[in-house]
């Protein structure tokens, strides 16, 4: 059987490091024994998309006390026939249900709750589809391949009344919960900036030929909304995430975790310009994303600001890591100091000597905070609320938006357009290829 996460030892550990207090209301949540969703105490899951992310999913949550995985769904005939049995044998012979298709999972009434961990341009598709058949769900980072879609998404939460996380991590983390809060009290004085990294060792893609459509792949499923291209293997598997198509650049990959925990100790939504600078620059390859990029997010009225750089080739880490790992975080100011935030932790350095601050590490515990959500009816108690999913994804979007048209935006954030800017607008949302439409909500 897979091990359950054991609360008690889960909590001491936290304890152990000071910051038990970090889980709040959530410690409470999880014993409270409200009425859970399904007929016997337990929460089925189904899991779409089951070859990276989301068998970090299937473990994640069959790992809650009261949860269980009972569904699997993917495209390729392969990936499923290996992912399910390996499951079944890991589950002690537990049978679990196969899908080749989303819509047909969403409808099966013995499924409580989706997680999805598909490609960025099925993501809101299929999470509507989900909400829409009475599920809740688990939506991986970033919740919308387009601003515009992310805002359905929310609205298709609240009409259905249905709760909905967002797959960024670091708002579970009660070290990170501990220090935005301290960073909201004042712990570095008033915070006027905030700088997100997201410097990563990606070696080219290379090029790959246009070839025949691999055995067992529904492709026209795998495509979706985007429009139909012949197969290449550097548009599939984890290398779609650099075509525009499919993907968001590593803004909108890696660099959404880091955005999200950017806006949220700024205490800001969307703002009303942003810059954009860069491209692909070092490797002759088939990749359309920047592989380097810098945005600037301004919010007068605030009078705060977010920067965000992206790399795909590291020289220096700026504090975040070591040697030559990954460097990855948030870096906040303010006129008493600098605190730097990082999966899963944060530091602070005050006055003019730097002197160490306040200090903490624990790790995510999302799954646990989706299961609680669920169960309370309350979207307090999720880890990342779709709303904020959105806000963060749309903030990449933006970026985004700003470096392909090579020119400054003003952005409102009440209408989430850019009032008369007809050619920026476009890029709000894209042509759905039919069926896989997502819907306006009303």
């Not at 893609?205 to 792949?217: A, C, K, R, Y």
């Not at 609320?385 to 935006?409: P, Q």
Request: charged share 25%; net charge neutral; proline share 5%.
């Amino acid at each position: 059987m897979v091990p359950r996460l054991n609360r008690r030892d889960f909590v001491t550990t936290l304890s152990s490091a000071g910051i038990a207090a970090g889980l709040g209301g959530f410690t409470r949540l999880a014993r409270a024994g409200e009425k859970p969703a399904s007929r016997n105490g337990v929460i089925r899951v189904g899991c779409v998309g089951i070859r990276g992310k989301g068998s970090h999913h299937m473990a994640g949550l069959e790992s809650v006390d009261g949860a269980e995985v009972v569904a699997l769904c993917d495209i390729d005939e392969s990936i499923l026939g290996s992912k399910a049995d390996a499951w079944e044998k890991r589950t002690g012979g537990r049978k679990v249900k196969r899908f080749g298709d989303y819509r047909k999972l969403v409808e099966d009434p013995e499924i409580d709750v989706v997680s999805i961990a598909t490609c960025n341009h099925t993501h809101t598709l299929i999470a509507i589809a989900a909400l829409e058949g009475g599920k809740d769900v688990y939506v991986e980072k970033p919740c919308s391949h387009n601003l515009w879609e992310g805002r359905q998404l929310v609205a298709a939460a609240r009409k259905h009344g249905r709760m909905c996380q967002h797959g960024t991590q670091g708002r579970s983390s009660p070290a990170i919960r501990e220090g935005i809060q301290k960073l909201h009290e004042g712990v570095i004085g008033d915070v006027y900036m905030a700088r997100g990294l997201c410097f990563k060792w990606r070696p080219s893609i290379g090029h790959t030929p246009d070839e025949p459509v691999p055995s067992g792949v529904n492709y026209d499923l795998w495509l979706g909304p985007a429009p139909v291209r012949p197969f290449s293997h550097n548009r599939f598997h984890y290398n779609w995430h650099w075509h525009w198509d499919y993907g968001n650049g590593d803004m909108g990959n890696q660099g959404v975790h880091e955005m999200d925990m950017a806006r949220w100790g700024l205490g800001v939504g969307l703002p009303k310009r942003v810059h954009a600078g860069g491209g692909h620059f070092m490797f002759d390859d088939d990749q359309e994303t920047p592989n380097t990029l810098v945005t600037i997010y301004e919010y007068p009225d605030e009078k705060k600001m977010l920067v965000f750089e992206t790399r795909h080739w590291i020289t220096n880490q700026e504090g975040f890591g070591a040697g030559d790992s990954n460097a990855v975080g948030v870096t906040f100011y303010g006129s008493e100091g600098y605190m730097q935030v990082y999966y899963f932790g944060y530091k602070t350095f005050l006055g003019k000597k730097r002197e160490a601050g306040p200090t903490a590490t624990a790790p995510s515990n999302e799954y646990e905070r989706f299961i609680a959500g669920v169960r309370s009816r309350d979207r307090q108690d999720l880890g990342v609320e779709i709303e904020d999913g959105h806000l963060s994804s749309g903030l990449c979007h933006l970026g985004n938006i700003a470096y392909r048209l090579k020119r400054t935006v003003q952005f409102d954030p009440q209408t989430e357009t850019f009032g008369d800017d007809q050619e920026a607008n476009a890029m709000l949302t894209r042509e759905y290829r039919k069926p896989y439409v997502v819907p306006k909500i009303v």
